[in-house]
C-alpha cells in the first residue's frame, strides 16, 4: 500500500502534484486512538478473559513487547508509569526525554511527543486526550508550555481525580474506576461526535488494583473492567467507519509489566519489562513478528498518518514501525580499541544502507549534530564494522539508514 503510494508520489513529482496540500487534503480521513491501561503484564493478557481486545486484535493482532529500553545498556529506563507514557508518546527512551519518574521533574522537550509532530505538520487537524490524569497533557504532552510551543488540544477530558467533591477520594480507589469510567464514555462520545484525527485514552483502574491486592482476584476484575471501557471507544470507532469514509487505527498498550507478585513495579525484572501491544491494523509488517518495544508506536502511528519526520528527529526515534515499511531492526553498535561493529536484522530484501555516526548530541539542547557517512552497507548482510581513528571521542551517536527510516545506536565510553 504505502509502497505504491510513494511510486505514485515519484512518478507525480514532477508535476509537483504529489506534495500539494490539496492532495493531502483528499487523504485526510486517517484517524488513530491509541489507548494505555495501567500496568498490564503480558501473561495477564493471556489468561484473562478480555473479548473486546480480543475482536481488536482478530483485525490486526497483538504483539509481545519489552517497556524499558536495553537492560544494562544506556537506554534503560525505569518501569515506572510516567517514565512509560513518555516513552509512548515520544517513541524514545528516558536517557532522551528525561522523564525518569512520576514526578516529571524535567522533560526534555526537544523530544517531541507524536502530538507534537502531528500538529506541526496539520495544524488544522485535531487532537485529543482522554485521561485518569491531569499530567499527561500539562506536563508530558506539555500542553500550553512555551517549550511546547504552546501545543493545544483540541478535546481533553481529564483532572477528575483533583475534582474530591464530584469524585470524593476512597481507601478503596473506587473513585478511580468511576474515573476511568467517565473517561472512557467521554472518548467514546467524542470519537462518535468529533471524530479527533490523533487522540489517546488512558485508564489508571488495573494499576490501582494491582498496587493494593497483587496477582488478585481484584487485579483480574479491574482488567475485564478496563476492558468493558475499551469496548466503548471500540464500539465508537466501528460507528464513525460505518458511517464516514474515515480509516482508523487503534493501538493499545501498557506502560509497564509488574513483579512476579503483582504488587510492584520499576525494576527491570522480566515481568515488569513484560508488555503487549495491540492493535487492529491490517498494515503489519515484518516486526510485528518479533518481539517490539513501547517506543515502536510513534513510527507506526506515524507511517499509518503519512507524518513526515525531519530527518534528524528520525534518526534520533529509538522504535521500529510495525506498520507500513521497515527494513531492519534491532541494531547494535560495540567499540573494539579502533573500530565500531554494527549489527542488524534484516527484515527486508532491501540492499541498500547507508552508516552515519556523530560525536555530538546537540539534538538533545536543541541543536544539530554533525553527522559523517562512514560507510554504504549491504542491509541484508546484518553487519558492518568502520574505523575510529581520527574521530577522538568517548560518545558516538550511529545510525543506520534504510530506504524506510532510521535505527539509532550510542555508543558512551567509560572515562577515567
Ligand atoms: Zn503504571
Redesign the pocket.
Known sequence: MIKSILATCLGLLLFQACSSPEKQEEQSDKKVLFVIV??IPDDVIDSVATPNLDKIIAEGGLMRATMGGEKDGYSQTPT??AV?YNSVLTGVWANKHNVWGNGIKDPNYHYPTIFKVFKEQFPEKTIGIFSTWLDNRTKLAGAGLTQTGNLTFDYHYDGMELDTVAYPHDEERIFIFNIDEAVSKNAAQTIQEHAPDLSWMYLEFT?DMSHKFGNSPQFVDAVEKSDVQLGRVWDAIQEREAKFNEDWLIVITT??GRQDSGYG?GGQSERERSVWIATNSDQLNAHFAERGQTVDIFPSIANFLGLEISKEKAMELDGVPFIGAVDASQLRAVKKENTIELTWKPLSQENQGKVWVSTTNNFKTGGTDAYEAVGEVDLKSGSFTFSTEGMKSDFYKVVLETPSGYLNYWILEETE
Open positions: 495501567d500496568g515506572i508509569s512509560g494499576d506502560d509497564h513495579h
